[in-house]
């Protein structure tokens, strides 16, 4: 009988093994033991795999987290665990109330912390490949409840994954299928020795009232909650993989990175059915930061409201965290960092002598060089961020300044002047950008090139010409 249940729990294991690929022979596995039936049992069940089917390398981490009298023992419990089954031990002792003040984060979530800090650093010491975590059924169905009670979507309802990558280590979750009383039957059966966790018991933890008081006065409407709950929690975890997918199959076609910010058009967007329209913003707040706050229900839908308004009007929204998105002519922008204001800039170049230009108040370079002869006849086709001149033509010294109000300029086939700001607003120049674009004078005070933009009369490339000057503004972070 023994036999059988020990026989039978391993056969689940493997089979979600296989379904789930969690691992392959000789992978190296690091086994998060606390000392509790969970752990206990999973490392009993991962060396029985090992030494009957599937040849493993196991190593057994523990925390001692310093919080309770029987700490000391539970070390020392894990430790000859370890040894009697011939797997190394490698144990933590963590002053988790230091941690709490220096960050001010609870109990738990400091525990938390400083638990899966030390799982990562064990696997990278010993080149794992996952991290095994005894989290079970029951576990799952808690989790599933307690993210509904505090509002969720269906990214919480899938619960926790069986398997999920995280700093290049995989979170597998072997016992995810399988119900804690099968877990202590088989601790129980097979005489492992187990600690209990007295603190398990007292329902000031949320997690623990969950457990103790929600989950047994819903069973009085459907006794068989936990397994309803861990059904919600599988199927709603394959959709949820498959929109994640289906968003970033969204984000490859739409989205594009444009000097760090990423950004896509709002009449695509609008293509997208609403489920996906949400998976999409999301996907890139996620890309721009790895703050979990940015991607709340609240601020998702903030955005995707702004986008799909029928006006088309121009906004910015700051999310939190530095992150700021725009709307502007159609164009939707996320921005990683707060965005500069315009400041007041103005320098000087006194010759046509080919040489860089640092322009810090925008984050670029003006880059000059002096051709003549065969270099300008093997010149190739400039791009709208480059302009050339006649040298010999140009007026020095050229300033290099912000735009100012009432800047004109003499643009070529039209009679008189015109109005940078008009320029920029007929061209649709996004606000945001429009402060990042400097004004190149001549000698005279006339400006002679916005870049990216226009080029005036002045200094114009003709058939005699014999020495150009080319500009070109660029990202400084790219040169």
């Given at each position: 009988?023994?036999?059988?249940?020990?026989?039978?729990?391993?056969?689940?294991?493997?089979?979600?093994?296989?379904?789930?690929?969690?691992?392959?022979?000789?992978?190296?596995?690091?086994?998060?033991?606390?000392?509790?039936?969970?752990?206990?049992?999973?490392?009993?069940?991962?060396?029985?795999?090992?030494?009957?089917?599937?040849?493993?390398?196991?190593?057994?981490?523990h925390v001692h987290h310093g919080f309770r009298q029987e700490s000391d023992d539970e070390a020392v419990m894990v430790?000859?665990?370890?040894?009697?089954?011939?797997?190394?031990?490698?144990?933590?002792?963590?002053?988790?109330?230091?941690?709490?003040?220096?960050?001010?984060?609870?109990?738990?979530?400091?525990?938390?912390?400083?638990?899966?800090?030390?799982?990562?650093?064990?696997?990278?010491?010993?080149?794992?490949?996952?991290?095994?975590?005894?989290?079970?059924?029951?576990?799952?169905?808690?989790?599933?409840?307690?993210?509904?009670?505090?509002?969720?979507?269906?990214?919480?309802?899938?619960?926790?994954?069986?398997?999920?990558?995280?700093?290049?280590?995989?979170?597998?979750?072997?016992?995810?299928?399988?119900?804690?009383?099968?877990?202590?039957?088989?601790?129980?059966?097979?005489?492992?020795?187990?600690?209990?966790?007295?603190?398990?018991?007292?329902?000031?933890?949320?997690?623990?009232?969950?457990?103790?008081?929600?989950?047994?006065?819903?069973?009085?409407?459907?006794?068989?909650?936990?397994?309803?709950?861990?059904?919600?929690?599988?199927?709603?975890?394959?959709?949820?993989?498959?929109?994640?997918?289906?968003?970033?199959?969204?984000?490859?076609?739409?989205?594009?990175?444009?000097?760090?910010?990423?950004?896509?058009?709002?009449?695509?967007?609008?293509?997208?059915?609403?489920?996906?329209?949400?998976?999409?913003?999301?996907?890139?707040?996620?890309?721009?930061?790895?703050?979990?706050?940015?991607?709340?229900?609240?601020?998702?839908?903030?955005?995707?409201?702004?986008?799909?308004?029928?006006?088309?009007?121009?906004?910015?929204?700051?999310?939190?965290?530095?992150?700021?998105?725009?709307?502007?002519?159609?164009?939707?922008?996320?921005?990683?960092?707060?965005?500069?204001?315009?400041?007041?800039?103005?320098?000087?170049?006194?010759?046509?002598?080919?040489?860089?230009?640092?322009?810090?108040?925008?984050?670029?370079?003006?880059?000059?060089?002096?051709?003549?002869?065969?270099?300008?006849?093997?010149?190739?086709?400039?791009?709208?961020?480059?302009?050339?001149?006649?040298?010999?033509?140009?007026?020095?010294?050229?300033?290099?300044?912000?735009?100012?109000?009432?800047?004109?300029?003499?643009?070529?086939?039209?009679?008189?002047?015109?109005?940078?700001?008009?320029?920029?607003?007929?061209?649709?120049?996004?606000?945001?950008?429009?402060?990042?674009?400097?004004?190149?004078?001549?000698?005279?005070?006339?400006?002679?090139?916005?870049?990216?933009?226009?080029?005036?009369?002045?200094?114009?490339?003709?058939?005699?010409?014999?020495?150009?000057?080319?500009?070109?503004?660029?990202?400084?972070?790219?040169?």
């Open positions: 009988m023994e036999q059988d249940c020990l026989r039978s729990i391993v056969e689940r294991v493997e089979d979600l093994a296989r379904e789930k690929q969690l691992w392959t022979a000789r992978d190296v596995i690091i086994v998060a033991v606390s000392g509790g039936p969970d752990s206990v049992a999973l490392l009993h069940v991962l060396h029985e795999i090992s030494t009957r089917s599937t040849p493993l390398t196991l190593i057994c981490a430790q000859n665990l370890g040894e009697s089954l011939g797997i190394l031990v490698e144990t933590a002792y963590i002053d988790v109330p230091a941690y709490m003040e220096q960050s001010g984060k609870g109990v738990q979530e400091a525990a938390r912390d400083k638990r899966y800090e030390f799982l990562f650093e064990v696997a990278e010491k010993y080149s794992a490949r996952s991290i095994a975590l005894a989290h079970h059924a029951d576990d799952q169905a808690e989790t599933v409840l307690m993210r509904l009670l505090r509002g969720t979507g269906p990214s919480g309802l899938a619960g926790m994954k069986i398997k999920r990558v995280q700093k290049n280590v995989e979170l597998i979750r072997p016992f995810l299928r399988i119900n804690k009383t099968d877990l202590i039957e088989l601790c129980d059966q097979r005489g492992y020795s187990y600690a209990v966790d007295h603190s398990n018991l007292t329902t000031k933890y949320r997690r623990n009232a969950v457990r103790l008081e929600v989950l047994p006065y819903l069973e009085q409407y459907n006794g068989q909650i936990s397994s309803s709950l861990n059904q919600l929690a599988e199927v709603t975890g394959e959709e949820d993989d498959f929109m994640e997918l289906t968003a970033e199959n969204a984000y490859r076609s739409l989205v594009r990175e444009i000097d760090g910010r990423l950004a896509f058009d709002a009449p695509s967007f609008l293509g997208l059915h609403v489920a996906l329209q949400r998976r999409l913003i999301k996907l890139i707040l996620n890309y721009l930061s790895a703050d979990q706050e940015n991607t709340d229900f609240v601020k998702i839908e903030t955005v995707r409201q702004g986008v799909i308004q029928e006006r088309r009007t121009n906004w910015r929204l700051d999310l939190g965290g530095g992150l700021t998105c725009i709307r502007e002519y159609g164009e939707v922008s996320f921005y990683p960092k707060p965005l500069a204001g315009q400041g007041n800039y103005i320098y000087q170049l006194n010759s046509p002598d080919g040489r860089n230009l640092v322009l810090p108040e925008i984050g670029k370079i003006l880059k000059l060089v002096r051709m003549n002869g065969e270099e300008m006849r093997d010149s190739i086709k400039m791009s709208s961020g480059e302009a050339s001149f006649d040298a010999d033509q140009l007026v020095f010294p050229l300033t290099i300044r912000s735009r100012r109000p009432g800047d004109k300029i003499k643009i070529m086939g039209l009679n008189g002047s015109k109005k940078v700001k008009d320029i920029l607003i007929d061209e649709k120049i996004p606000p945001s950008v429009r402060s990042v674009i400097p004004m190149v004078c001549d000698g005279s005070g006339s400006i002679v090139w916005i870049p990216g933009v226009r080029r005036s009369v002045h200094a114009a490339v003709g058939r005699h010409t014999t020495c150009i000057l080319r500009m070109e503004l660029v990202d400084a972070e790219k040169v």
